[in-house]
């Protein structure tokens, strides 16, 4: 099974910017198409946004789009998070998962190999 490591988070000011970087060690990398999670302070984990296995298509939660971009380097065992615009709502724990599945899914339960996650904190 995949193992991910999420890292890249950090303490940034509003309208500022991060990369969160989530590497993938075991079974081959493009087999699974990866998603992205948050959790906020008293918040339930949420879907933030996903890849498929080749990087051809992504989808993402509705209060990120036009800020995040999600993307990938198969050779390189990698999908990256690029958050612009960031703002204090995006504080939070962020997780990557994998999925087998061959189409895009936002139910955590369609996810497994969760890492230990990466803080970012967004101060106003």
């Known amino acids: 099974q995949v193992q991910l490591v999420e890292s890249g988070g950090g303490l940034v000011q509003a309208g500022g910017s991060l990369r969160l970087c989530c590497a993938a060690?075991?079974?081959?990398?493009?087999?699974?198409?990866i998603g992205w999670f948050r959790q906020g302070p008293g918040k339930e984990r949420e879907f933030v946004a996903a890849?498929?296995?080749?990087?051809?298509?992504?989808q993402y939660t509705d209060s990120v789009k036009g800020r995040f971009t999600i993307s990938r380097d198969n050779p390189k065992n990698t999908v990256y998070l690029q958050m612009n615009s960031l703002k204090p709502e995006d504080t939070a724990v962020y997780y990557c998962?994998?999925?087998?599945?061959?189409?895009?899914?936002?139910?955590?339960?369609?996810?497994?190999?969760w890492g230990q996650g990466t803080q970012v904190t967004v101060s106003s």
């Open positions: 998962a994998a999925s087998g599945l061959f189409i895009l899914t936002n139910e955590r339960r369609n996810y497994y190999g």
């Open positions: 890849i498929t296995r080749s990087g051809a298509r992504t």
């Open positions: 060690s075991g079974r081959t990398f493009s087999n699974y198409a």
